[in-house]
């Protein structure tokens, strides 16, 4: 599925985060020590190989909401976006601190010439966001910036499966 909303293309697929080779950006849903983990961290890392951890241990700790950036070391990617998201029921506000962490991650991608940048459903595995909300936030946040972004053309959402996929479909249908 595919929007275009003031010149940006906003597109949802059914994927692996680590396999896009033709976005310049990718973006983790980190831990606040930015070390490897499950979900996709572990992908992640796994992928980049451990150059990427080493370049990661000076900016930790992250607080939810933060995003610094990387290379991505043996990714096909240009750089690595790491986004600590909340913890659900933990970290509050929950909302306010997700729509940060895709705030924060577009305006790196904004100050680091970035054209596509691909997400995964930040916080909605091992932290515990119930997808629906979390969509809700992620298109939201999204939508809200497309006018402000100049280098970024492409933001892709990267759904690990056929209903996390459903639902952001189904959410970007009503917002847009
Ligand atoms: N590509 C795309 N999406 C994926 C992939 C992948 N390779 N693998 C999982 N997902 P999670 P969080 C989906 O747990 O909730 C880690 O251990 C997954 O199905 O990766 O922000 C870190 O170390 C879910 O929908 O991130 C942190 O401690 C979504 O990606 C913690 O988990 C996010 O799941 C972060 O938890």
Known sequence: MKREVDGTIIELVKGDITSQPDCEAIVNAANA???????????????????????????????????????????PNDHVIHCLGPIYGRDEPSDGLLANCYRNALRLAEDNDIPCIAFPAISTG??????????????????????????????????????????????????S
């Open 33 to 75: 020590q930015l070390r490897t983990g499950g979900g996709v961290a572990g992908a992640i890392h796994r992928a980049a190989g451990p150059g990427l951890e080493k370049e990661c241990r000076p900016m930790a700790p992250i607080s939810p909401g933060e995003a610094v950036i990387t290379s991505g070391h043996d990714l």
């Open 126 to 175: 091992a932290f515990g966001y119930p997808l629906e909300e979390a969509a809700e936030v992620a298109l939201s946040t999204v939508l809200n910036e497309v006018k402000d972004l100049r280098s970024v053309k492409r933001v892709r959402f990267v759904l690990h499966s056929q209903r996390d996929l459903d639902v952001h479909g189904v959410t970007l249908d009503r917002l």
